[in-house]
């Protein structure tokens, strides 16, 4: 579980998250929406420690991320997994080696175990034998998925997707979502997916905390959403014709 | 400098990662560090030749303007010149490419000291293959000035030799050797700085890049009047 005590954030003079807390229980998917600029990755980004708020505290299971010593902070960083908007595939290293790679520097794994896990990484994740591939070989959708295999090589405890399905198509996108889904379930990990995809909100929404400029506006879970009240998430919610007519 | 030497990964990913470098930064480097060297050493040896021609000077003298040139200054420094063009820009270009497609966020989140894992092999293999390339230089731009004053029969071969070894102070040797492990942490430093800090996209990867080059350049020539000062 992760929660988030009265997070805010600016940068020089302009702030960005105001007073935000929340909850993101494990085994489910949590989802963080918004429109652009809302402050979603900003959030994202103090979460996981990349970026440190200017007031609040991130729990990692009840152990205080924010204002955690060195040690901690390696330790708890060890224990996330963690999709990027671009996939960030190391460009020098193939398919094994990327989803490899926090195995080597994290853990004495024996070679062979590590190959092992490898290989039942990128089965959960749908592919197989492209081991030897560069990720310049790769389609987005496959980039997507050996990012998702090299973030739960490690058995991380928590996932975290920065939009899983930015420029992908429809159908590749709804894979990915099932994908995180399956494995938010299967691995029991406490996911959290930064998205402003509506698809992905009605797919895999089980908690969405939703933001606007910088405020969390409202939570709730998929089925809540389509009869919100709230006029800025209806907006976003109904912003095209399809979900209008659907309405 | 000092996160560097914080939270470092096992030792043996440091050796794997510097061997790694060290063949990007030394042996690739090879190519155009021979071909500016020899070319150094036959110019310098048909310039030194067309200004000192005269019967009060002995030709021997050539060989021995082209040896002190090349062992204080030429080779360490046009060399370390070349240097922060080739690998200079290549450090920077490849940690601006990974900072902006997020590699290097990845790297942080997965819980690894990203500078000290990037950075701190580029600085040591620098610092391994530089004077190796600078000793190589000075080698081949002897053998070029040899070959170019031969050939063009402004010397011979032999007194080129007599030339080399004609009140040799082998105190060059040690500080041409100080000044190239000065010039290579110079240029693997400010690169990697430049690189590791780039921010925005692709033109700032290029400013970055360009940036490396020319203040490594700088501070090459800054530290080689520094060094010139201090130990001559």
Same mark, same amino acid.
């Given at each position: 579980m992760i929660e988030i005590k009265n997070i805010s954030k600016s940068f020089k003079d302009k702030q960005v998250l105001f007073d935000i807390s929340g909850t993101f229980e494990k085994g489910r998917t949590n989802l963080i929406i918004g429109a652009s600029g809302t402050g979603k990755s900003v959030l994202l980004k103090c979460l996981v420690g990349l970026l440190e708020p200017d007031v609040g505290s991130v729990l990692f299971d009840n152990r205080?991320?924010?204002?955690?010593?060195k040690n901690l902070t390696t330790q708890i960083r060890r224990e996330i997994g963690m999709l990027f908007q671009g996939s960030a595939l190391f460009d020098s290293k193939n398919v094994e080696e990327n989803i490899k790679f926090p195995l080597d520097i994290l853990t004495n794994t024996p070679e062979n175990e590590k190959i092992e896990k490898v290989n039942h990484c990128l089965e959960l994740v749908g592919l197989e034998k492209i081991n030897d591939k560069m990720p310049s070989e790769l389609s987005g959708g496959m980039k997507k998925r050996v990012g998702i295999a090299r973030a739960i090589v490690n058995d991380s405890k928590y996932l975290f997707c920065d939009e899983p399905n930015s420029g992908l198509d429809p159908l590749t996108a709804i894979k990915i979502d099932d994908l995180i889904l399956e494995l938010t379930q299967k691995l029991n990990t406490t996911t959290i997916v930064v998205t402003h995809d509506m698809n992905s909100v009605v797919e895999i929404g089980e908690y969405i905390m939703f933001l606007h400029e910088g405020k969390k506006l409202w939570e709730g879970n998929n089925k809540k959403i389509l009869k919100t009240k709230v006029k800025e998430l209806n907006d976003f919610v109904f912003s095209n014709k399809l979900m209008k007519k659907i309405k | 400098m000092i996160s560097l030497l914080? /939270? /470092?990964?096992?030792f043996r990913t440091y050796v794997s990662l510097t061997i790694n470098e060290c063949i990007k930064i030394g042996y690739d480097s090879l190519f155009i560090v021979s071909i500016v060297s020899i070319f150094m050493g036959a110019v310098t040896t048909i310039q030194t030749a067309f200004n000192l021609v005269g019967p009060l000077i002995p030709d021997y003298v050539i060989s021995l303007v082209v040896r002190d040139m090349t062992l204080l200054e030429l080779s360490p420094t046009i060399i370390a010149i070349v240097f922060a063009g080739k690998v200079g820009s290549n450090i920077a270009g490849e940690l601006g490419t990974m900072r902006i497609t997020e590699q290097i966020d990845a790297l942080e989140v997965m819980g690894v000291n990203s500078s000290s894992y990037l950075v701190l092999p580029k600085i040591i293999a620098s610092l391994l293959m530089f004077p190796i390339l600078v000793i190589i230089s000075a080698t081949l731009a002897i053998s070029g000035g040899y070959m170019a004053g031969v050939l063009t029969d402004v010397i011979t071969g032999q007194e080129y030799i007599y030339g080399l070894r004609y009140e040799f102070n082998p105190f060059n040797i040690p500080f041409a050797l100080v000044k190239s492990y000065v010039f290579a942490f110079i240029v693997a430093s400010i690169s990697s700085f430049q690189g590791y800090y780039t921010s925005g996209g692709a033109l700032e990867v290029g400013k970055s890049s360009t940036n490396a080059v020319t203040n490594s350049c700088i501070f090459i020539l800054i530290a080689d009047y520094i060094l010139a000062q201090v130990l001559l």
């Open positions: 205080n991320f924010t204002n955690a010593n | 914080e /939270r /470092r990964e096992k």
